[in-house]
C-alpha cells in the first residue's frame, strides 16, 4: 500500500496536442460541442506529456463514444453501456497504463447506468469523461437520462415525465474521489479538469456539457455557456457536503457550477489487489495473474 503508484510515473514525452490527434475523418456534425471536448483532450495530453504508448482510450457506443478514433493511442470500442467494465479489466491487468473512458449521458447513465456506482465505490484509475449532451445524438433525438423535463423529443412529443438524472450529484454519492464539470465549449476549463482527473489517482468523473445542435434545440450552446458558473472561491474541494451544497443551491437557481468541485484521497482497486497479493502470495510485484492463481484451489 506504500508503495508509489504505478501511474504516478506517467511515461512522459514531450509532443504538441496536433501530434496526439489522428487523420480520422470526422463524422460530428458541424457545431457539435464533442469537438470542444476533443480539443481539451488532446491539449490535456500535451501538457502532461503522456505517452501515446501508454495511453489506452476506452468508449461504449454513441456519437461521442467515436471520440477514441480521433486519439492517437490505443483503443476499444466496445459495446453500449460496457465502457466502464472493459476499461476497469485494462486498468487492472495494467495498472501502468493511463486510461480514458469517454461516453455520452444516455451510453453512461442509462444503458450503462448500472456501472457507474461500483467504478466510483471501486475507485478504478481512471478518467472517465461524461460527454453529456442530454439527448441520444446518434439514435437521432430521443430523450435521455439527462433530458430536461421541458425538452420535446422523439419519444417524448409533450415533454418529459421523469425527473433528469444529475451526473455530479450520483458520482458524488456515490464515492468518486474527483468529480469536476465544465461547458465543452470552456476549452481552458475542459483540458485543466481533464489534466487534473488525469494526475489523479482514482476514479476521476468529468461531466463536459457538450451541446448537440442537430437534436437538442434547448440546450444550445449559448444556453449551456449562460448556464455555467465557476464555484465560488473557497469552495473547498475537500468537503463532500460543501460540494453537494454547492451543487443544490446552483441548480435551484437554474446554474450549473463548473470547476473541480470535489477530491479525495483512497486507495484504488488495484492498489487493494497488489497489497492483497503481497500480504497472502507474498508476491513483491502487483500482477493480475498472481492474484488469479492465488484463487485456484
Ligand atoms: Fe454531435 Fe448531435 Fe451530431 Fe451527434 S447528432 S454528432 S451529438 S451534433
Ligand atoms: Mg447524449
Not at 506504500?2 to 490527434?21: F, I, R, T
Request: overall charge neutral; hydrophobic content about 35%.
Amino acid at each position: 500500500m506504500n508503495a508509489p503508484h504505478p501511474q504516478m510515473h506517467l511515461h512522459k514525452v514531450e509532443l504538441k496536442s496536433k501530434d496526439y490527434k489522428t487523420d480520422a475523418t470526422s463524422f460530428w456534425c458541424a457545431g457539435c460541442g464533442h469537438y470542444g471536448v476533443l480539443t481539451g483532450l488532446l491539449r490535456s495530453l500535451a501538457e502532461i506529456g503522456v505517452d501515446p504508448n501508454y495511453l489506452v482510450s476506452v468508449s461504449g457506443i454513441g456519437c461521442s463514444s467515436r471520440l477514441p478514433y480521433f486519439v492517437n493511442s490505443y483503443k476499444m470500442h466496445t459495446l453500449h453501456g460496457r465502457a466502464g467494465p472493459v476499461a476497469t479489466g485494462v486498468q487492472l491487468a495494467r495498472p501502468d497504463l493511463s486510461v480514458v473512458v469517454s461516453g455520452g449521458d444516455g451510453d453512461g447513465f442509462s444503458i450503462g447506468g448500472g456501472h457507474m456506482p461500483h467504478l466510483a465505490r471501486k475507485n478504478i484509475n481512471m478518467v472517465y469523461i461524461l460527454m453529456d449532451n442530454h439527448v441520444y445524438g446518434l439514435t437521432k433525438g430521443q430523450c435521455s437520462p439527462t433530458s430536461r423535463q421541458v425538452m420535446k423529443t422523439t419519444t417524448t412529443p409533450y415533454g418529459g415525465l421523469e425527473e433528469p438524472l444529475d451526473p455530479i450529484m450520483y458520482m458524488l454519492t456515490y464515492g468518486a474521489t474527483f468529480v469536476g464539470q465544465a461547458f465543452a465549449g470552456n476549452v481552458k476549463l475542459a483540458s485543466q479538469l481533464i489534466k487534473e482527473g488525469m494526475e489523479h489517482k482514482g476514479f476521476a468523473f468529468i461531466n463536459l456539457l457538450s451541446q448537440c445542435p442537430s437534436f437538442n434545440d434547448i440546450d444550445t450552446a449559448q444556453a449551456f455557456k449562460d448556464a455555467c458558473e465557476q464555484v465560488p472561491d473557497g469552495h473547498d474541494t475537500s468537503d463532500l457536503v460543501a460540494a453537494m451544497a454547492t451543487v443544490n443551491a446552483a441548480k435551484k437557481e437554474g446554474r450549473i457550477p463548473t470547476g473541480l468541485l470535489y477530491k479525495t484521497e483512497r486507495p484504488t482497486l488495484d492498489e487493494r489487489m497488489a497489497e492483497l497479493v503481497t500480504r497472502v502470495g507474498g508476491h513483491k510485484d502487483y500482477d493480475l495473474r498472481k492474484i488469479i492463481d492465488l484463487a485456484r484451489p
